[in-house]
C-alpha cells in the first residue's frame, strides 16, 4: 500500500498569515492527490483535485502543487473560517486510496 | 443540488451486521460511483471502498475484504454499505461520498452523506 506523509501534524497560525501543509507519497503517484478540509461534526470537503485544480465553489486562498512524491497545500492568507483539519488522499494505486494522518489547524 | 443522505445512527454487538444507506439526490446516480469512508473517534479517515452506479462493480479496502459488502439500488438512488462481524475497532462515522469514478474507482470525493455513527458495544 502507499503511505501518506502529511505534515505538520498540527499548526497554529495568525489570521493572514501564509499556511503551509506538505504531503508526502511513498511511491510516485503522479498528480493523483487530492486536499480535503473536515471541521469538527462535519464531512470532509473536497477543495483541490489532481494535485493542483481547485474545486468549483472553493476560495482562491487556496492552492495546491506538486507531482511524483511531494505534494504542497497552501492557503495564502489565513482565515478565521479555515480553522479544520486538512488531509491528503491518493488514488494512484487500488486498492486502497489512502489518506494522510491530518493536519490540525488552530488560530493563534 | 446534489444530496447524500444517510441513515440513522447504529449501536450493534460484538459479531453483529450492520447495513448503512445513502440516499443521492440532485444528480444521475449512474453517472458516479459511491466511496464508503469511516473515522473512528478522534483519528483520521480511512477509505472503506467503492461501488460504480453504472454497472455495480466493486474495489475494496484489502482489511476488510469478506466482511464488507457495497451495493445500489438504481430505482431509489440508494447506496447501501454492508458490514459484518462487527468489532469494537468497527466504532465510527462512517460516510458515503460521491464519487466522480463511474467506471474505475476510487478518484475524488466530491460530495459527501452527513455520516452515520455506528457504535460496537457488549
Not at chain 1, 6 to 19: E, M, N, T
Not at chain 1, 36 to 56: C, M, R, V, W
Not at chain 2, 74 to 94: C, G, I
Request: proline share 4%; charged share 15%.
Amino acid at each position: 500500500d502507499i503511505q501518506m506523509t502529511q505534515s505538520p501534524s498540527s499548526l497554529s497560525a495568525s489570521v493572514g498569515d501564509r499556511v503551509t501543509i506538505t504531503c508526502q507519497a511513498s511511491q510516485d503517484i503522479s498528480n493523483y492527490l487530492n486536499w480535503y478540509q473536515q471541521k469538527p461534526g462535519k464531512a470532509p470537503k473536497l477543495l483541490i483535485y489532481d494535485a493542483s485544480n481547485l474545486e468549483t465553489g472553493v476560495p482562491s486562498r487556496f492552492s495546491g502543487s506538486g507531482s511524483g512524491t511531494d505534494f504542497t497545500f497552501t492557503i495564502s492568507s489565513l482565515q478565521p473560517e479555515d480553522i479544520a483539519t486538512y488531509y491528503c488522499q491518493q488514488y494512484d494505486n487500488l486498492p486502497p486510496c489512502t489518506f494522510g494522518q491530518g493536519t490540525k489547524l488552530e488560530i493563534k | 443540488q446534489v444530496q447524500l443522505v444517510q441513515s440513522g445512527a447504529e449501536v450493534k454487538k460484538p459479531g453483529a451486521s450492520v447495513k448503512v444507506s445513502c440516499k443521492a439526490s440532485g444528480y444521475t446516480f449512474t453517472s458516479y460511483g459511491i466511496s464508503w469512508v469511516r473515522q473512528a473517534p478522534g483519528q483520521g479517515l480511512e477509505w472503506m471502498g467503492w461501488i460504480s452506479a453504472y454497472n455495480g462493480n466493486t474495489n475494496y479496502a484489502q482489511k476488510l475484504q469478506g466482511r464488507v459488502t457495497m451495493t445500489t439500488d438504481t430505482s431509489t438512488s440508494t447506496a447501501y454499505m454492508e458490514l459484518r462481524s462487527l468489532r469494537s475497532d468497527d466504532t465510527a462515522v462512517y460516510y458515503c461520498a460521491r464519487d466522480v469514478a463511474a467506471i474505475v474507482g476510487a478518484t475524488r470525493f466530491d460530495y459527501w452523506g452527513q455520516g452515520t455513527l455506528v457504535t460496537v458495544s457488549s
